[in-house]
């Protein structure tokens, strides 16, 4: 048997290495010999909280501060304190987390000078304004807890709180300077200068917030950093789940479809933090459906966008827009309605809005209206290319719908620009498609035609089978003579297919009977003999 000494030696030289299990062993092993010092208990307490190892966390965290209190050092009890009830609070134990920062305060004002701990204070009061949208109070307690932590010195806080400042600017609308802010947050992690847990929240911090106003560039580039790291700790368990669900994240939106599906099962199955467990399964699930949704592998895709609602997590809009893939057009719509009525922030109402548009553009043209002045207004807010490109095309879909098709072409194009850019290859395609039917109703056929062959080589690649399905029957020639249709016909039944039914009833008054409701549009329709037009009304 090793020596307390060797075992101590081994211990500290595994936590070097970031080897997390290997240094609780050992530490663990040491301290049933002889008590631990407070350095090797906080190497204990840093490789437990990479383990989430929840009872080696609490127990270090209380001897941490009872031997710190013991020493008469106050500054680093309230330290330690601090880091307990912070994890209480993760874990959703409000009670004891409450007592343990009341406890870190009260040592904080024994203390009598400033400590770090203040700032770490601050900082959970600029999380949880954060939380509640109030982002102004947010940002001024996070300079609050960045300015403490440059006068202490305190290289975690710093970084920490350039995080959150960053964070609450963005929300607020500054987006440019919030962005700066995060990725000044990031220099000591790139550095390797932070405490373990610390780095990891810095990181998913960031990832998110670029996330929330399609930051995609940083989003990828931040996401490989952290598949880095992880990966570069072979034992860790936090943040290893988030980090694969911003990988499928990235790996859907880069048209890899099958890793994505894959990398979703994998965060799905591992051993995730507990604190984060359900979250990251319900993600995981979300991410999966959204995919089987888009392949037209409709079961697979309710079963996932189920599985993400039992876990908590809002399956919107995604599962919205299963149902109008399903032709259920008013559920999608009421289900919207209702997740957009509970939805304050305007990031989060962006995320919806183009759903809402795409839904309600065929039946309730000044709810898409609305929704596309909500969604233009908020990207003009945030400022953000890829915001704009999702509002110029859904003003785009506004004038193709109401019959001026060159202002829509020139939305569309602007919008395509940008997804090019990006890397996003079905987006890029669903562009095409929309660009497509404005130039066919400008009478180019061949610029049309062009349109849906570039979006036609995307669908059969990524197997997207009801776009292609709908592209293919948008794209058959319109001047064919062997489907017994007038040109008149196919060009309503491609306002039909694409759901722009009040254009088509503006720009074709005789087939304005069609458009009563749905059950006297489809007896009317399925009476036609020709199987095309069934064929595509029953779609409708």
Known sequence: ?????????????????????????????????????????????????????????????????????????????????????????????????????????????????????????????????????????????????LAIGERCRDIDLVAFARCVLGRALVRQGRVEEGIASLDEAMLPVIGGELSPVVTGLVYCNLIAECRQVYALDRSREWTDALSAWCGAQPQLVQFNGACMLHRAEIMEMNGNWPEAIAESRRAASSPVAKAARDNTIAGAAYQEAEIHRLRGEFAAAEEMYRNASRLGLEPQPGMALLRLMQGRTEQAAATLRR???????????????????????????????????????????????????????????????????????????????????????????????????????????????????????????????????????LARPTTSSAHGLTRREIEVLTHITTGTSTACSNAYPNCAAFWGNDKYRNKDLERRPNPLVAARFRHC
């Open 1 to 145: 048997m090793d020596s307390v000494a060797t075992m101590l030696r081994r211990a500290r030289d595994a936590y070097e290495k970031r080897a997390w299990a290997d240094a609780l062993e050992l530490l663990r092993a040491a301290d049933e010999v002889t008590a631990l010092g407070t350095d090797d208990l906080e190497r204990m307490f840093w490789s437990a909280g990479m383990l989430d190892r929840d009872p080696d966390i609490v127990a270090a965290a209380e001897r941490l501060v009872k031997a710190h209190s013991d020493a008469g050092r106050d500054d680093r009890a309230a330290y330690w304190a601090c880091f307990h009830g912070s994890r209480l609070l993760a874990l959703g134990e409000q009670g004891r987390a409450t007592a343990w920062l009341q406890r870190a305060q009260r040592l904080v004002e024994s203390f009598g000078r400033e400590c770090s701990t203040q700032g770490y204070l601050a900082l959970l009061a600029a999380q949880k304004d954060l939380r509640a949208g109030s982002d102004e109070t947010s940002a001024a307690h996070a300079r609050q807890a």
């Open 339 to 473: 997740v957009l009525a509970t939805t304050e922030a305007p990031l989060s109402r962006a995320r919806l809005l183009p759903a809402m548009i795409e839904i309600a553009i065929a039946g309730a043209i000044e709810e898409a209206r609305n929704a596309c002045r909500e969604l233009e207004a908020t990207a003009s807010r945030f400022a953000t290319e890829i915001l704009g490109a999702i509002a110029s095309q859904a003003r785009g879909e506004i004038e193709m719908h109401d019959g001026n098709a060159a202002a829509a072409l020139g939305h569309f194009r602007a919008a395509l620009a940008i997804w090019q850019r990006a890397g996003a290859p079905y987006l890029e395609a669903r562009l095409r498609v929309l660009a497509g039917q404005a130039c066919r109703m400008l009478a180019d056929e061949d610029g049309a035609g062009l349109e849906f062959d570039a979006a036609r080589s995307v669908f059969v690649e990524l197997g997207a089978a009801p776009d292609l399905d709908r592209l293919n029957a």
